[in-house]
T-cell receptor, first 112, second 112 residues
Framework: QKEVEQNSGPLSVPEGAIASLNCTYS??????FFWYRQYSGKSPELIMF????GDKEDGRFTAQLNKASQYVSLLIRDSQPSDSATYLC????????????FGKGTKLSVIP | NAGVTQTPKFQVLKTGQSMTLQCAQD?????MYWYRQDPGMGLRLIYY???????DKGEVPNGYNVSRLNKREFSLRLESAAPSQTSVYFC???????????FGNGTRLTVT
């Protein structure tokens, strides 16, 4: 079973700070990685995806991928209380796989 | 623009009862998925359908059956519900195998 690991948290950061969320994966064949945000009682929503090594920026969010270290991270700059949610990392179970494996999620709290 | 629609939103069953969770997507997506989400366990894949006419087991298929009725619809059936199947169930779809998932709003199922 391919694994995606996340620190469950909770991770608390003050408003305006940078939140750093981390994820490791076991399958070296994984080619694409996804970050989802899930508010309590709601369904997951996609916020970022990354396919290539390096950084990908979208507004206040930056995804970082290091395939050699099998590590993907999400940085949230200028964190807001509305960013308080659980963040899920996901990767396909192998290259071209139709199965997407999720980490257990990191709960982020942004303190006003 | 409905996206992925799940019914019902809430359901309470007694042990041994059966029911079918319905899912439909209007995005012309090829692949559809059923996940369950339990506290501390993250999202776990039950079954998926890579394309119309095909279904495959995921990580936790025992106690469930699925039907890909057509390209739009993918149903999940519990033949004899057990308390261990108390969970939140999410249906999701993808354009093709390694793209980002689009989730429905979920079905909260309680089995007593």
């Amino acid at each position: 079973q391919k694994e995606v690991e996340q620190n469950s948290g909770p991770l608390s950061v003050p408003e305006g700070a940078i939140a750093s969320l981390n994820c490791t994966y076991s399958d070296r064949g994984s080619q694409s990685f996804f970050w989802y945000r899930q508010y309590s009682g709601k369904s997951p929503e996609l916020i970022m995806f990354i396919y290539s090594n390096g950084d990908k920026e979208d507004g206040r969010f930056t995804a970082q991928l290091n395939k050699a270290s099998q590590y993907v991270s999400l940085l949230i700059r200028d964190s807001q209380p509305s960013d308080s949610a659980t963040y899920l990392c996901a990767a396909p179970s192998g290259a071209g796989s139709y199965q997407l494996t999720f980490g257990k999620g990191t709960k982020l709290s942004v303190i006003p | 623009n409905a996206g992925v629609t799940q019914t019902p939103k809430f359901q309470v069953l007694k042990t041994g009862q059966s029911m079918t969770l319905q899912c439909a997507q209007d995005m012309n997506h090829n692949s559809m998925y059923w996940y369950r989400q339990d506290p501390g366990m993250g999202l776990r894949l039950i079954y998926y359908s890579a394309s119309e006419g095909t279904t495959d087991k995921g990580e936790v298929p025992n106690g469930y059956n699925v039907s890909r009725l057509n390209k739009r619809e993918f149903s999940l059936r519990l033949e004899s519900a057990a308390p261990s199947q108390t969970s939140v169930y999410f249906c999701a779809s993808i354009v093709r195998g390694t793209g980002p998932l689009h989730f429905g709003n979920g079905t909260r199922l309680t089995v007593t």
